[in-house]
């Protein structure tokens, strides 16, 4: 009896105990929330290292894996990779070990954010997960983290490049908030800030984007989440960097970069540094905008985050490019290309590896298939010899099937990828004959002592040259610009021609807000100038019009020379193809059901004589904004 007396007291002073430790533990962790709210991050490590202890030492598994969960992103934002993976992990085994639903799905949702974030960029892992996750939380309708999976999903299709699936499970997500499911204020704002995302990026609204940020500003405010508040100032800070209010933007920025060093958010910082060296350099202060950009750069590199330090290497090229020091600029170029080239090699690694692991498994799994089977026939002999054989067949003829499949498309891409260096090559290069021809000119004006042509010659060569250069790494450049390449390549022709020919250009008075594919109408007027004056006794002519015709943008080259012949752009035994690749360009350029198009037409069956070269472009792809 006394015995059995002192178990019982031993029990219950065990038990309680137990309360105390779990209790205490549970305490610890709303501390540490509190903390990682305010931004105090040294307390909030604090608090959550202690919850994680306590509730080992008297099993709580919730306890347990939410403080492992916010501590693990606090490290990761603190750019310790290793220590938020080791929480994630051991969170995943509480969890497996727990079997609640809910918890399993959170924990799930956690490593996938480490696989898709701070400059960590496995999203085929990552969406596993995610996808996982929500299978979970679907079972047990938990409204508020599966709209919170949704759109984790929805943004992680951004990053992977699938528009439909984007916003298939973005219209999901914000259904959820409609329907008035969502009870949870941080679950509503990250929605409201992913429909802020959408209409920024995809589909360009700013005044609905403001709205949005707005919104989730104010949630932010009340609840007092700094980090919230800090990705809200920075979102809105970018609306009105692409409304041309930069002094506003640079502003926001500022306050959001206070807030990111106070709650010691690393990622964010290098965002900030960045943002606020690209609208510097916009305001032409070089000097102040390499001091934020060598910020950001130094803490991307620390921090080993190189998707990020492979953006900031662009902005310090753009930088150094715009002062002139064309050597850095060279050399941060250089950087940039390599460091890009390195993560699509380490997205394409990971890719194979997965791919090769699913076909080994696969593979395992058909042999084990087919030792059973074979076990089978061996009882049924004559009765299961033509099945085994149709399965067989079945499955070499679906391997060829697929592999012939794979091989069509890797040959199909590869062309693609091919004809998109091609052109860029091609567009990046000017022609050999007229720059000999060019040089030849200057020569000339040298030998006739005439110093006033050879300058201006010289100037308006330079000019050419340098924007050529300038244009021939991107898709698309501002109206402005290649207007000026096109007048300066007529100025340096007329005067190459000796005032054969004059020329007029006409464009639309507000320029700026007008992209196009650069010297697309180049190789059309190059054709004018040296094939349509041939054998005429009269001035030439050649007017380049740039005019909007909604829903079209369209460049017309007329001259008033000999008209088109089919022939004529055969020149001593060469072929230009420069409408074939024209051609080609727009097929690129399309939008939409809108087509880009080429219309050459004789002037001579309209009563005149010359020929007019009509480009059409979708209007939708050449507005600025």
């Not at 992990?89 to 924990?107: C, F, G, P, R």
């Not at 992680?156 to 916003?167: H, T, V, W, Y």
């Amino acid at each position: 009896m006394k015995n059995k007396f002192i178990s019982l007291l031993l029990l219950l002073c065990f038990y309680q105990t137990a309360l105390v430790f779990g209790q205490k533990a549970y305490d610890y962790l709303l501390l540490g929330k509190e903390y990682t709210v305010k931004g105090i991050n040294d307390s909030a490590t604090f608090y959550l290292e202690k919850a994680i202890d306590l509730s080992s030492i008297e099993p709580d598994t919730a306890t347990h894996i939410k403080a492992s969960e916010i501590l693990a992103m606090q490290v990761l934002e603190g750019g310790d990779r290793d220590k938020a993976l080791n929480l994630i992990n051991e969170s995943l085994i509480w969890a497996q070990s727990s079997k609640d639903t809910l918890l399993w799905s959170n924990v799930l949702v956690s490593k996938s954010w480490f696989y898709s974030s701070y400059g960590i960029t496995n999203y085929s892992e990552s969406l596993k997960f995610l996808q996982e996750a929500a299978e979970l939380q679907k079972t047990i309708n938990s409204w508020n983290t599966l709209a919170a999976t949704y759109k984790n999903i929805s943004s992680l299709f951004k990053e992977i490049g699938d528009p439909e699936k984007r916003e298939l499970y973005l219209t999901q997500s914000s259904k959820l908030i409609e329907d008035g499911l969502i009870t949870d204020l941080s679950v509503k704002a990250k929605i409201l800030n992913e429909l802020g995302r959408y209409y920024t990026d995809e589909n360009c609204d700013y005044s609905k984007a403001e709205h949005y940020y707005t919104e989730v500003l104010d949630i932010c405010k009340k609840t007092k989440w700094k980090k919230g508040i800090a990705v809200s100032t920075t979102n809105i800070a970018y609306i009105k960097e692409q409304q041309g209010d930069l002094n506003t933007a640079l502003e926001l920025h500022y306050q959001a970069l206070e807030l990111k060093k106070e709650i010691n958010n690393i990622y964010g910082m290098i965002n900030s540094y960045q943002s606020i060296g690209d609208i510097l350099v916009k305001q032409q202060k070089y000097n102040e905008a390499l001091q934020y950009l060598n910020k950001a750069q130094k803490l991307a590199s620390d921090t080993k985050m190189i998707n990020l330090e492979s953006k900031i290497y662009e902005s310090l090229y753009n930088t150094h490019k715009h002062m002139g020091n064309y050597s850095p600029a060279l050399e941060f170029h250089e950087k940039y290309v390599l460091l890009t080239d390195s993560i699509k090699s380490v997205e394409q690694t990971k890719i194979v590896e997965e791919l090769n692991t699913k076909y080994e498994t696969k593979e395992k799994e058909q042999r084990i298939e087919e030792l059973i089977y074979q076990q089978e026939v061996i009882k049924l002999k004559n009765q299961k010899e033509t099945q085994r054989y149709l399965i067989i067949l079945l499955i070499l003829v679906i391997s060829i099937i697929s592999t012939i499949f794979l091989m069509h498309y890797r040959k199909i891409k590869s062309k693609a990828n091919e004809a998109k260096l091609k052109q860029r090559l091609l567009r990046s290069q000017m022609n050999p004959h007229f720059i000999f021809n060019s040089l030849s000119s200057i020569q000339g004006f040298t030998y006739k002592n005439d110093t006033d042509s050879t300058a201006r010659y010289l100037t308006n060569f330079s000019k050419l040259m340098r924007d050529i250069l300038e244009s021939s790494t991107v898709e698309v450049i501002p109206l402005e610009q290649e207007l000026n390449i096109v007048e300066n390549y007529l100025i340096l022709q007329e005067m190459r021609k000796e005032n054969l020919f004059d020329f007029k250009i006409e464009a639309p008075e507000n320029t700026d807000e007008y992209i196009i594919p650069p010297m697309i109408a180049q190789p059309f007027i190059e054709n004018s100038v040296i094939h349509a004056f041939k054998k005429i006794d009269y001035k030439g002519h050649i007017k380049v019009v740039y005019n909007v015709n909604d829903p079209f943008f369209q460049i017309t080259i007329e001259d008033n020379g000999t008209g088109f012949n089919p022939n004529r752009h055969i020149d001593n035994g060469h072929k230009s193809m420069a409408l074939e690749l024209t051609q080609q360009r727009l097929k690129i350029f399309n939008y939409k059901k809108i087509r880009s198009n080429i219309e050459i037409i004789n002037l001579d069956k309209e009563g005149g004589s010359g020929t007019r070269v009509v480009i059409t472009l979708p209007l939708e792809k050449c507005l600025k904004f």
